[in-house]
C-alpha cells in the first residue's frame, strides 16, 4: 500500500496558477501510474493528468485531460517520490477538489485526501 499526502490547494483569481503536490510514502516500488483526479460539486470524478512511475517501461509518460491541455503540468520528483500539478491560466470551472493517486502494479489504487482548488474573483 501507499500512503499520499497532499498540499498546495486553495484560492486563486482567474488566471493565475497553483502547485499541487503529492508526495508518496510506502510501497514506493509498486507504484506504475500517478496522478490527479478532480471531483466538483454534482459531477463526477474526472481524470485530470498522470504520469508513469517507477517499474513501468513508459516512465515519464504523461496523460492530460483535453480540458487542461496546455495549461496544467504533472511532473515528478524521483529523489522526493513526489509528483507534482502546476497549474496555470486557471478557470472558475477549474474549481474542485483535487484527489492524488497511485495505481499499483497490482492493479490496487490508493487515493489521498483531496485539496480542494477554487477559482474565483
Known amino acids: 500500500q501507499v500512503q499520499l499526502v497532499e498540499s498546495g490547494g486553495g484560492l486563486v483569481q482567474p488566471g493565475g496558477s497553483l502547485r499541487l503536490s503529492c508526495a508518496a510514502s510506502?510501497?514506493?516500488?509498486?507504484?506504475?501510474?500517478m496522478g490527479w483526479y478532480r471531483q466538483a460539486p454534482g459531477k463526477q470524478r474526472e481524470l485530470v493528468a498522470d504520469i508513469t512511475r517507477g517499474v513501468s517501461r513508459n516512465y515519464g509518460r504523461t496523460n492530460y485531460a483535453d480540458s487542461v491541455k496546455g495549461r496544467f503540468t504533472v511532473s515528478g520528483d524521483n529523489a522526493k517520490n513526489t509528483v507534482y500539478l502546476q497549474m496555470d491560466s486557471l478557470k472558475p470551472e477549474d474549481t474542485a477538489v483535487y484527489y492524488c493517486y497511485a495505481n499499483l502494479i497490482t492493479g490496487e489504487v490508493n487515493w489521498g485526501q483531496g485539496t480542494q482548488v477554487t477559482v474565483s474573483s
Open positions: 510506502g510501497s514506493i516500488s509498486r507504484i506504475n501510474t
